[in-house]
């Protein structure tokens, strides 16, 4: 089993879903975890143990990324993983969608990993090197059941993909890896609002036919930011079911 022993990692999204049980497994796993939401968390903080810290900030901010760089930094001197969980998904066909929200999917979806990496690489760089995994999205290859509306999510989450590739390439020199990982539907409190027939015409799709869990999704992740994973970077690991079988 990868260890996580010494390792500074910051999850987004880390209150719930699969932020939550990626946080919960690398703790487990030794790592000093902080989680970064929109709201302080101290009692997720508190349960998901080993020191996990609550950080309250909004990850398309600039100044509440540097605020999030410096905390890390003062509470436990370096940071080593940068996991990006957080997400949105709202659901708009083409002519339901508002110019607005259109723009906030891509500023969450997709802003918010640029914006952090500007902010958490230089830690990275004084502790030698890191690993920065974005939750993506299979969605980017999968046909989606008629009128699901998830132009804005599908394309927000195709331009992480690529940013992870570009990032990859520029990071290398500083011992830094960044992949992507896509989870298939999974069981979430985001995903409560999508009714039952809908999840269902997906996962009957799959090879293995159920939901996915945060625990499926962390696993992977763990591996990724694990010293294991040092000679990979600028991969999209799909994590699905066997959805997309590529």
Partial sequence: MSTHEGK????????QGIGRGIADLLARRGAKV??????????????????????????????????????????????DILVHAA?????????EMTSEEWHRVFSVNLDAHLVGARAIVPLMRKGGGGSIVAIASDAVGMVTPPGMGFSHYMASKMG????VR??????AADNIIVNA??????????????????????????????LGTPADIAGPV???????????TGQTLVVDGGLMRL
């Fill in 8 to 15: 500074v990692a910051i999850v987004t999204g880390g209150r």
């Fill in 34 to 79: 902080a989680i970064v939401n929109r709201t302080d968390v101290p009692d997720v903080a508190e349960a998901i143990g080993n020191g996990a810290i609550s950080i309250a900030a909004d990850v398309t901010d600039e100044l509440d990324w540097a605020k999030v760089a410096s905390e890390v930094e003062q509470r436990f001197g370096r940071a």
């Fill in 87 to 95: 997400g949105i998904y709202p659901m708009a066909t083409l002519d």
């Fill in 160 to 163: 992480v993909v690529g940013l």
């Fill in 166 to 171: 570009a990032l990859a390439n520029e990071l």
């Fill in 181 to 210: 990982v896509h989870p298939g539907i999974t069981d979430t409190e985001g995903a409560s609002g999508m009714p039952d027939e809908q999840k269902a015409q997906v996962y009957m799709m799959q090879a293995i036919k159920r």
């Fill in 222 to 232: 763990a591996f990724l930011t694990s010293d294991d994973a040092r000679f990979v």
